[in-house]
């Protein structure tokens, strides 16, 4: 990996970092206002949800970057391993193609407040909150691509507490439970 890969992956990780931190703390300024004063900022609510959002599309971005993204494997194990990858290519382009269609109709989202110049509770224009559907959705259609041509990134069949027990070795079931 190219150093200014690796520098993109510091600075999206960097960046989702910082929006969960300031998803946490203002959330949690809410909820301590609300029920030491009675109320809280009223530009918050409307504030935090945008953040969700962005916090959302950065994440599967990030996910879809590291192959870390949802996918239905169960059958897919069972094929031969010319076919596994076959099928991985058909699923991540399938994949890539949603994602493109709903770039495209996040676009359109964002042309119609670009035109109507409306802004949001907290003074920032909509088209601009919105623009990260449309940028996210196009950036992880890109990725999809990439990763369909790509090696896995993760081993097909491995459950979960192998996944986050990893010793470096793949569990059998003849050594006992993994710790």
């Known amino acids: 990996m190219t150093n200014w890969v690796r ?3 510091r600075l999206e990780n960097g ?7 300031i998803l946490v703390a203002l959330a949690g300024a809410q909820i301590f206002m609300r029920n030491v004063f009675g109320g ?7 504030f935090l949800r945008t953040l969700v959002v ?20 169960v059958l897919q194990r069972f094929l031969p391993a010319g076919a ?11 994949a890539a193609g949603i994602c493109a269609a709903l770039a495209w109709y996040g676009w359109g989202l964002v ?3 670009l035109d109507g110049g409306a802004k949001s509770d907290f003074g920032l224009p909509n088209w601009l909150l919105e623009s990260i559907l449309p940028v996210g959705f196009g950036l992880m259609a890109v990725r999809f691509v990439l990763r369909a041509f ?7 069949g491995l459950s979960a ?19």
């Open 84 to 94: 596994q990858r076959a099928v991985r290519i058909l699923t991540l382009l399938f």
């Open 111 to 113: 042309s119609v407040d």
């Open 54 to 73: 962005w916090t959302a599309m950065l994440g599967a971005l990030a996910a879809v970057r590291d192959d870390k993204h949802i996918a239905v494997d």
């Open 161 to 179: 507490p192998e996944l986050l027990h990893d010793t470096g070795c793949v569990n059998t079931g003849d050594e006992g439970p993994a710790r």
């Open 15 to 21: 960046v989702l970092t910082v929006l969960v931190l």
């Open 40 to 46: 809280g900022f009223s530009w918050a609510d409307p």
């Open 7 to 9: 520098w993109l992956h």
């Open 150 to 156: 790509a090696t896995p990134a993760h081993v097909p």
